[in-house]
């Protein structure tokens, strides 16, 4: 380039850094109006949602609520019947969107006629990225299947996958999502076949790459797994997002069970507009509103006084992330975001 | 890019192939049929009156025999090819070991060439060695050299082709052994209706001789299998044996024809491309 273009350009290059500095990062994964039917089974139904970069998001719901579908359908593995899916900026139709993108299946089953090593050289190669051979004897360290990188390294003949069992095939598939330098990494119930040794190896992994804003979309039973290493939850419900949020968001509701007798009808809908969400006898429980600044109980107990209600009890409760998937399931009712 | 990815499965095709039990299990069949072969031809020399036979005669029946010796490697590369094309991709698909490589940033359609590839080498490469070796046991022992041994075995290798191309199409479809047992079963009938064509021929009977055309027309194999024939026998076995011997299985009575090869190459392209739009279209 001569020099007097860059002089002219100085000002000009300048500002175009500073635009693209000032854009919004695009999202690890972006996906919007997803559909999926299989024969008269509505599978997904509308699921829209993006994870951030360096974000880890667990995807929650029962059974049969489709997140393994939503999670193909990320990755071009399923076909969309209608919806958009961008990924690490592209979208998802382009192969090369999933050049940084790592994956271990549900289902997860690798050449049983390979070597632990071998795997991860093929999908290195299939990834088109350079991961020197050390760095892929590391990744096989990294989820605990040291041993069979040090064999490899040492000339022995290593084990072929088909010996594995099924812990450590789930651990050769985490290496496997984790072995071309991912910026994106989705795992789908990556502890299935692991002891509670192994879930906790699992925790600590999630939780280095989303040090190193690495984005990592989880989704498992494991609500306690879930609980403890995603900053943000999707929970499906029969293909339907039924909430989404942060941690905080979706928890940091809490609420008050109350023990009351003599409850007139006027003291009945003071309870009904706190936001009550179970009656069990005497016992009531009351949701409190995220932005209670600390009045919502003591107006709540005066109120009920005032209305003649005998109050016996007050105790204040948290809701954990379990009995709040289990509320949004059995109420089905459509949460605020 | 691309060539990249190809190579790659077309290797690890190869190597699956080599790893797993197909692979031994051909070895043993083949190695059985070229045992069988050669204990064969040399009683045939040594306790026959072959030795009274004129060289005209002898060398008509070995031709035979040869034809008849390909016919067992050709049933054997075709069990081998359809066994291993099906559950390449079925199997993957049904196990979920094609989940982790698909999820990669390659297309399906680069997968399934570098698979067909890789099966195609495995398939003409075990054709090539096999059938060279039977035809120096022919050569040894009943000293017997076919006229055009390269075309007969291209045609062999194509008709593995052709098969394990059907084979992948199907595994595409219906299950891994389903494929298997299908392609088989197809290319057996076809094989049959040739038969049927050929009495029809020799019968003189057109509708029943169209069968075999039809056939050999829908599926390739028993057409390139009778080019094959056609290249391993004598030629002076039409003109000796007569047309007593009209429509017997085991004697070609043309070569094939460029525009049958044609047709054949443009068979397995569009099977190809159908195993493609179908696997491009599945749902994993």
């Keep these: 380039m001569a020099p007097d273009s860059t002089a002219l350009g100085d000002g000009a290059v300048r500002a175009a850094a500073d635009l693209v500095a000032g854009l919004p990062p695009t999202a690890a994964v972006w996906c919007t109006g997803l559909r999926k039917r299989y024969g008269r089974h509505q599978a997904v139904d509308g699921v829209s949602f993006q994870v951030a970069r360096g974000e880890v998001l667990g995807l929650l719901g029962p059974n049969g ?132 040794l192994g879930r906790v190896d699992v925790r600590d992994l999630v939780l280095a790459l989303r040090a190193r804003g690495v984005a990592v979309l989880l989704n498992s039973h494991l609500i ?47 309870l009904a507009a706190a936001g009550v969400v179970d009656i069990a006898g005497d016992w009531v429980t009351v949701a409190l509103p995220a932005d209670d600044d600390g009045t919502a109980v003591p107006d709540l107990v005066a109120d009920l006084v005032a209305l003649g209600v005998r109050v016996h009890a007050v105790e204040p409760g948290r809701i954990s992330l379990e009995e709040r998937l289990l509320g949004i399931l059995r109420t089905g009712a459509e949460e605020p975001r | 890019m691309t060539a990249r990815v190809v190579l790659t499965i077309a290797g690890l095709t190869l190597r699956e192939a080599a790893r797993r039990r197909v692979l031994r299990a051909l070895a043993v069949l083949t190695l059985a049929l070229l045992g069988l072969s050669a204990w064969g031809f040399s009683r045939l020399t040594a306790t026959s009156d072959f030795g009274t036979l004129t060289s005209g005669e002898a060398r008509l029946v070995a031709s035979q025999l040869l034809n008849l010796v390909m016919f067992g490697l050709s049933l054997i590369a075709a069990l081998g090819t359809a066994f291993l094309a099906g559950p390449t991709l079925s199997g993957e698909v049904e196990s979920g070991i094609a989940l982790s490589v698909l999820a990669r940033p390659v297309r399906r359609s680069t997968v399934l060439l570098g698979k067909w590839l890789g099966l195609v080498a495995f398939g003409a490469g075990f054709i090539v060695v096999a059938g060279l070796s039977l035809c120096l046991v022919v050569r040894l022992t009943v000293d017997y050299w076919p006229p055009q041994p390269v075309g007969a075995l291209a045609l062999l290798a194509a008709q593995t082709v052709v098969l394990l191309t059907l084979g992948l199409l199907l595994s595409t479809v219906i299950s891994p052994m389903a494929s298997g047992v299908v392609a088989v079963g197809l290319f057996g009938a076809t094989w049959i209706a040739g038969v049927v064509g050929g009495i029809g021929e020799a019968l003189g009977n057109d509708g029943v001789a169209r069968v075999g055309t039809i056939s050999r027309v829908l599926l390739p194999t028993d057409g390139l299998w009778r080019g094959a024939m056609h290249a391993f026998q004598d030629p002076s076995v039409l003109t000796q044996l007569g047309p007593a011997f009209d429509g017997f299985p085991f004697l070609s009575e043309a070569p094939l024809t460029l525009a049958y090869l044609a047709w054949a190459a443009l068979w397995v392209a569009m099977v190809w491309g159908l195993a493609a739009v179908s696997f491009v279209r599945r749902d994993l």
């Design chain 1, 224 to 270: 306690g797994e879930v609980e403890r290493v995603c900053d943000r939850v999707v929970i499906l419900d029969r293909g339907r997002v039924a909430a989404a949020g942060t941690l905080t968001e979706l928890l940091g509701q809490r609420e008050v069970r109350l023990e009351l007798t003599a409850v007139p009808p006027a003291a009945q809908a003071r």
């Design chain 1, 65 to 196: 609520a489709g997140k393994t579908t939503v999670i193909k359908m990320l990755l071009g593995l399923v076909r969309p019947d209608a919806g958009e899916v961008m990924l690490l900026g592209r979208p998802a139709s382009d192969p090369r969107a999933r050049v940084r993108v790592g994956y271990l299946p549900e289902l997860f089953r690798y050449q049983p006629w390979l070597t632990a090593t071998e795997v991860l050289a093929l999908h290195v190669r299939l990834a088109g990225v350079r991961v020197p051979a050390a760095e892929q004897r590391e990744c096989l360290a990294l989820v605990g299947l040291a041993d069979h990188a040090a064999d490899h390294a040492a000339g022995r003949a290593a084990d072929r996958v088909g010996g594995f069992s099924k812990g450590m095939q789930q651990r050769l598939g985490l290496a496997v999502a984790l072995v071309a330098r991912p910026e994106f990494v989705v795992l789908d119930e990556p502890t299935s076949a692991l002891d509670p």
